[in-house]
């Protein structure tokens, strides 16, 4: 974790009026995050730790082994992160893994851009911009920096200054290890969903993947539970319509689907 920074004197007098004015994320949002940008990067670094080095729980997919799979995952990826709408797009990290689980329909974006997505939701879906969907709501998440402001009002300025000035190393493995427990807020969901669409909005995609996904489950009966962005309220039909509202906010227009390009990358798959 980093140490005393250069700007140590200006970091001090912005937390005396934290309470009043928040931090500044740096793009449109301002919420109370004593977190950097660094910070990010390197809490993102030790959860992406705990689970490689767990392949009992976490069963990664061997890239070498699976290369046409990965190849996919990365271009969808990197479609969405080309988009323009991205803010951190060259200062996060933006590694990408595939878990070996089909019982499992989800995808999560630890801090600083470390994305995990089960075969379990891959092979779910039907269509390239329904994962594009959901990986552009767990983008979101990173990249509006969620887990990281969820910290900071679980453990609390005081606290996690002292492991942002390096003062408390022995905390840091228990904040990585609460970040894969760590569930978002209503605004946080709600929030994910709409940057998804505005990221697709931007691509080639059908930028209401993302709402697609959440009908699916619906009319599938596989909403409780699984995966952990449905656990939270809003409930899915409410997230569904306010996804179209916002696409239709964007001009409403379609997209692809790559649904036999997306058939290629089940495929590739064990």
């Known amino acids: 974790m980093n140490k005393v920074r250069s700007s140590f004197a200006g970091f001090i007098i912005s937390l005396i009026f934290i309470s009043f004015v928040g931090c500044d994320k740096g793009n449109d949002d301002k919420s109370l995050n004593v977190f950097s940008i660094e910070d990010d990067i390197s809490l993102g670094k030790q959860v992406s730790q705990e689970i490689e080095s767990n392949p009992k729980d976490y069963p990664i997919l061997s890239e070498s082994q699976y290369p046409l799979a990965y190849s996919h995952l990365h271009r969808i990826v990197n479609n969405i992160l080309s988009s323009g709408k991205v803010f951190y797009k060259d200062k996060f990290e933006w590694r990408t893994k595939i878990i070996r689980n089909d019982s499992v329909l989800n995808a999560f974006c630890a801090p600083g851009g470390y994305i995990y997505v089960y075969t379990g939701i891959i092979k779910f879906l039907e269509s390239e911009d329904e994962l594009a969907g959901v990986l552009g709501h767990e983008i979101a998440h990173a990249d509006r920096r969620h887990s990281t ?9 005081s606290t996690l200054l002292s492991i942002v000035l390096g003062n408390n190393p022995g905390l840091i493995a228990e904040v990585a290890a609460n970040l894969l427990l760590l569930k978002f807020s209503r605004s946080n969901e709600t929030e994910s969903d709409k940057y998804s669409v505005i990221y697709l909005n931007s691509t080639s995609y059908d930028a209401r993947g993302v709402s697609r996904f959440f009908e699916k489950l619906i009319n599938s009966g596989q909403t409780g539970g699984t995966p952990q962005f449905l656990s939270t309220h809003p ?6 319509q306010n996804i179209l509202q916002e696409w239709q906010n964007l001009g409403s227009r379609t997209g692809e689907t790559f649904e036999a390009q997306y058939r290629e990358f089940k495929n590739a798959l064990p």
């Open 235 to 240: 409930n899915p039909d409410n997230r569904v």
């Open 149 to 157: 402001d969820n910290l900071t009002k679980q453990y609390g300025v």
